[in-house]
């Protein structure tokens, strides 16, 4: 994950440096971390972990006309793809259902 990314709607995914000790030896990774959209943990009642960016990190926006130029299809496309698929999302956390949601090459 190359740089932080937000979805509007769904949440933020970014890597954040954590240490770990590797027998005798203290060593750095990046973690990947997802953060829920604040809309939806209100919403949904649900808990929220705000401890787990540094400080007042910028991420980047989701860039819709890129995605939109590689799928090849509108910008309007992706906003309204996007859009159907956080609704589904929440309606089916409102419901309490399970989802797996695979995003590849986000970051």
């Known amino acids: 994950l190359l740089q932080g990314v937000r979805i509007p709607t769904l949440g933020s995914f970014d890597a954040v440096p954590q240490r770990i000790q590797a027998g005798d030896e203290a060593v750095i990774i ?20 705000k401890d787990y960016l540094p400080g007042n990190k910028e991420l980047e926006p989701l860039k819709y006309a890129k995605v939109a130029t590689d799928a090849s299809v ?20 409102g ?13």
């Open 74 to 93: 509108s910008r309007r496309k992706v906003e309204s793809c996007i859009l159907g698929v956080m609704s589904l999302l929440s309606h089916c956390v």
């Open 95 to 107: 419901k309490g259902e399970n989802v797996a949601l695979v995003l590849r090459n986000v970051g």
């Open 30 to 49: 990046q973690r990947p971390v997802f953060r829920l959209a604040r809309n939806l943990v209100v919403v949904h009642n649900l808990m929220d972990d």
